[in-house]
């Protein structure tokens, strides 16, 4: 079994930064491509951002240039920085880690941006 938890949410005003990190524990022999979702009141769960088993990285359209995906080390921890942050990205932010029988999910970070 592998559990998640997320941590680094919070209030921030409007351009202001926050960075999230996401450490996986359990059984994890591999090396796992990780993503981060979002979600907003009513809305649904959004891919924010990606990265591979090898380290490449993607990102949805309306964070490219603003959020950064990492591991901070090799299997257990990855982060994401947020920069010059938005009231529309304020939201639950979840990680989740992928393998090949399922995905597992961490229980989320609430990130508010507002002034």
């Known amino acids: 079994q592998v559990q998640l938890v997320e941590s680094g949410g919070g209030l921030v005003q409007p351009g202001g930064s926050l960075r999230l990190s996401c450490a996986a524990s359990g059984t994890i022999n591999n090396i796992y491509p990780m993503d981060w979702y979002r979600q907003a009141p009513g809305k649904q769960r959004e891919l924010v951002a990606s990265?591979?088993?090898?380290?490449?990285?993607n990102y949805a359209g309306s964070v490219k240039g603003r959020f950064t995906i990492s591991r901070e080390n090799t299997k257990t921890t990855v982060s994401l920085q947020m920069n010059s942050l938005k009231p529309e990205d304020t939201a639950v932010y979840y990680c989740?880690?992928?393998?090949?029988?399922?995905?597992?999910w961490g229980q989320g970070t609430q990130v508010t941006v507002s002034s």
């Open positions: 989740s880690l992928i393998t090949t029988l399922r995905n597992y």
């Open positions: 990265i591979s088993s090898g380290g490449s990285t």
